[in-house]
């Protein structure tokens, strides 16, 4: 049991005054801990302890000094990977053998990345001038950062946005999603022993009233935020009324295009569904449309289905589990929904399609194939945040960028071919952000990330993940 009570501002834990909210197991029910609500006056307590450390001590490091306290807080992490690994595993519910790296090891990635790239990063230039003379170009920091995270990869995603933000000189104040703030809040503890200045980072927890205190405090200046499309829109529209910076990574609903000299060996077939099943099927970046050449149809459909259908589903704890639970009920109420009326829309069920035998306990979703969709049934166009995949037939290359580029989401894809020129021909013809070459999804925390469409705005990863923190002044001589 962990109880985290209260606001962690300044380097310490305020009593708060807010409701708790109680976190369960999405696996069991079972009660893991303990947050506060964070009531806005507490928002507003932590925004500006980040307001004091951005003009406080924190002022007085340089990029390389910066760098350096990334590097101790990637050190911090990683010392406690383990305990941190486990805390995800009974919160978010990733299976035990995956927790270490969707969790602890790509946060250290992200952490490490920003360590080099503010080091390196050039936040002074001096240019010469068009009309003569000289420019000289300031890279600041943008100031107080109010990240909004979500509850499918808390950790990860705060890491990702606050590493780059330090590495800028900016302070942050981190919102984690009420169904998963436990490991967040011991994310202090970490913060504690990296030596960070106080106030440098902060944790506020709390539900939709709580974030909208942060987004629209007048002392943040710049909301990132990762979740769906709809809260994203609402942030943005908050965000304009005041003129407030923001970046927003939102939803998707990504292709994966096997072209027709595809080999489905192990290799393709584990990456395809290693592509959809990671983290339970609640990753953004899922490739949950599976474009298939329709000389080849059949033959993906068998593939797929054998594979999918010997997952073992169950207690997220068990390193033998491939899949565990969804967040909560609604979660697995909402992917139960579209399964449903994509079979009544003429869908086929190749395996899964319901509630798991022997787990009466969990919001458990059995791995579902669905052969026979169509691009423009709502399955093949929403985004289900579970472990279904559709296959859609398609005619030819042509046909399949149309059909993979059909979409409100613009965030990721795939295209899987033994002829790596032919794949990045197709996959340059893809309107989103990232695109993988016969691999299941990732990131590398060295190049940016983001989408287009309704994917959302800005950029994380790389040099252009920093410069989203930044103001930039020039100075003409």
């Given amino acids: 049991m962990r109880t985290f009570d209260g606001v962690y501002a300044a380097g310490a834990w305020h009593p708060g005054r807010g409701n708790r909210i109680e976190v369960t197991s999405p696996g069991t029910g079972g009660v893991l801990g303990y947050v506060s609500e964070a009531t806005s006056e507490e928002v507003g307590q932590a925004v500006d302890a980040a307001r004091a450390a951005l003009h406080g001590d924190w002022a007085s490091y340089s990029p390389p000094d910066r760098a350096a306290a990334l590097g101790r807080l990637a050190d911090a992490l990683e010392a406690r990977k383990n305990d941190f690994a486990e805390l995800f595993s009974a919160e978010v519910g990733t299976p035990r053998r995956a927790s270490s790296f969707v969790h602890i090891i790509s946060a250290v990635g992200a952490l490490r990345a920003y360590e080099k790239i503010g080091a390196d990063y050039a936040f002074d230039e001096v240019r010469p001038s068009m009309v003569g003379g000289e420019v000289h170009v300031r890279g600041l920091p943008v100031g107080v950062v109010g990240a909004?995270?979500?509850?499918?990869?808390?950790?990860?995603?705060?890491?990702?946005?606050?590493?780059?933000?330090?590495?800028?000189?900016?302070?942050?104040?981190?919102?984690?999603?009420?169904?998963?703030?436990?490991?967040?809040?011991?994310?202090?503890?970490?913060?504690?022993?990296?030596?960070?200045?106080?106030?440098?980072?902060?944790?506020?927890?709390?539900?939709?009233a709580t974030g909208e205190a942060l987004v629209t405090h007048p002392g943040v200046d710049k909301i990132s935020f990762t979740g769906s499309t709809a809260v994203g829109a609402r942030i943005g529209a908050l965000c304009a009324n005041d003129i407030r910076r923001c970046s927003l990574e939102l939803g998707g609903k990504s292709a994966a295009i096997l072209l027709d000299d595809v080999v489905l060996d192990d290799k393709t077939i584990n990456g395809l569904v290693g592509g959809v099943m990671g983290n339970n099927g609640q990753v953004c970046l899922s490739r949950s449309r599976i474009l298939a050449p329709r000389s080849r149809y059949n033959d993906v459909i068998a593939a797929l289905g054998d594979a999918v259908g010997a997952l073992v589903v169950g207690d997220p704890s068990d390193r033998a589990t491939d899949v565990g639970p969804l967040i909560n009920a609604a979660a697995r109420d909402r992917v139960e929904r579209y399964v449903t009326q994509a079979v009544d829309e003429g869908a086929c069920v190749v395996v899964g399609?319901?509630?798991?035998?022997?787990?009466?306990?969990?919001?458990?979703?059995?791995?579902?194939v669905l052969a026979n969709v169509d691009n423009g049934m709502a399955v093949a166009r929403e985004e289900l945040f579970g472990p279904v995949v559709v296959v859609i037939p398609y005619e030819d290359d042509n046909d399949a960028v149309a059909l993979a580029n059909d979409s409100d989401y613009g965030l990721g894809g795939g295209v899987w071919s033994p002829d790596t020129a032919r794949a990045t021909r197709i996959a340059e013809q893809l309107r989103v952000g990232?695109?993988?070459?016969?691999?299941?999804?990732?990131?590398?925390?060295?190049?940016?990330f983001g989408g287009f469409k309704k994917s959302g705005l800005g950029r994380e990863g790389g040099p252009e993940g920093l410069t989203e923190y930044l103001e930039f002044q020039s100075i003409i001589s």
């Fill in 148 to 208: 909004i995270l979500p509850w499918n990869a808390p950790l990860f995603t705060a890491c990702l946005k606050l590493a780059p933000a330090l590495a800028a000189g900016c302070t942050i104040v981190l919102k984690p999603a009420p169904d998963a703030p436990l490991a967040v809040s011991l994310f202090s503890e970490v913060i504690e022993q990296a030596d960070l200045p106080a106030g440098v980072v902060n944790i506020v927890s709390g539900h939709a």
């Fill in 353 to 368: 399609g319901s509630r798991p035998e022997n787990l009466d306990t969990g919001w458990y979703v059995a791995p579902t």
């Fill in 434 to 448: 990232a695109v993988s070459i016969n691999s299941a999804p990732s990131m590398d925390c060295g190049a940016p």
